[in-house]
């Protein structure tokens, strides 16, 4: 009876393991999500990896853009790396809103900040006023084929030099800093910058201020698809895309197959293996 149900146990566990293994991730952001928050979409259409900070950055960053959520604050390890690879000519993608954005760029000296207001625009947007249409693009770096883009719950950019814009809010848009839905006459209205790109020693950091804009739900819709290849090689058309995982919000799902994954690390080691060889 007791073999009975030490196996039966060990069944279960086995099924249950099995089921939060192949069970996809619903967290925003998370690379292996398929549903409309996730970036299941955006990592394989972009061919992009995964890495954690600051292990997995690249020795040799030239030719190689990094994507950044930072929905987890940084440590001063990962802050010195990243500073690293941008200024050993890596390209930094920033993309924030209501997060950590700004702990990055005052690490890297830069004077532009993620506003941290809500972006809304009541005339130029896609169904509501969260959803703001960015139509205001600079060419040169976006290219003639990337007419407009839209953002969701976005917010806007600080202290950028005129000359680093690369896409504006409309003359409509405000940002609404107290969060009450509504324009008050102390807050700031569009044009407001909304994606900035700035040079940082051999490297570059492109700001975008909605992460948003690389979700399934959101990828596919009018010019965003483009607009994202389009800053992504903004100083390489070939390119090693990578995410910065170790910052993106985890659930009890994530942490569970975090666990398994490190299970299974370990019990795949030469140690583990001459262990089990032994006991069998």
């Known amino acids: 009876m007791r073999r009975f149900l030490l196996g039966l146990t060990l069944a279960v566990a ?8 192949l069970y996809p991730s619903n967290e925003d952001f998370r690379p292996e999500n398929p549903f409309w928050n996730g970036l299941k979409g955006f990592m394989e259409q972009f061919d992009a990896r995964s890495i954690d900070l600051p292990d997995g950055l ?10 950044l959520i930072p929905y987890v604050e940084l440590t001063e390890a990962e802050l010195g790396g990243l500073a690293g690879y941008v200024r050993s000519g890596g390209t930094l993608l920033l993309l924030d809103d209501y ?4 702990q990055v760029v005052e690490h890297l000296g830069l004077e532009p ?19 703001v249409r960015i139509t205001d693009l600079t060419t040169t770096t976006v290219g003639e084929d990337v007419a407009s883009i839209v953002l969701n719950h976005a917010t806007s950019l600080d202290a950028v030099p005129e000359t680093n814009v690369i896409a504006r809010s409309s003359r409509f848009s405000f940002l609404d800093l107290n969060r009450n839905g509504t324009r008050d006459d102390e807050e700031p209205s ?16 492109v700001l ?6 690389l979700i399934n739900g959101m990828l596919q819709l009018e010019d965003n698809a483009a607009f994202v290849r389009s800053i992504m090689d903004i100083r390489h ?44």
């Open 14 to 21: 086995v099924v249950l393991a099995v089921v939060v293994w």
């Open 58 to 67: 690249p020795p040799e960053p030239e030719g190689t853009t990094l994507l």
């Open 99 to 102: 997060a950590y954005g700004n």
């Open 113 to 131: 900040r993620f506003s941290q207001g809500a972006l809304f625009d009541p005339l130029f947007n896609y169904k509501n006023k969260w959803l």
């Open 190 to 205: 569009g044009p407001l910058p909304v994606v900035a790109a700035l040079p940082v020693d051999k490297g570059s950091v």
């Open 208 to 213: 975008v201020a909605d992460p948003s804009i």
């Open 237 to 280: 058309e070939e390119r090693d895309l990578l995410l910065a995982r170790s910052h993106l919000p985890e659930g009890s799902l994530d942490e569970a197959k975090g666990f398994l994954a490190a299970v299974r690390d370990r019990l795949s080691s030469p140690v583990a293996m001459s262990g089990l060889l032994v006991v069998t």
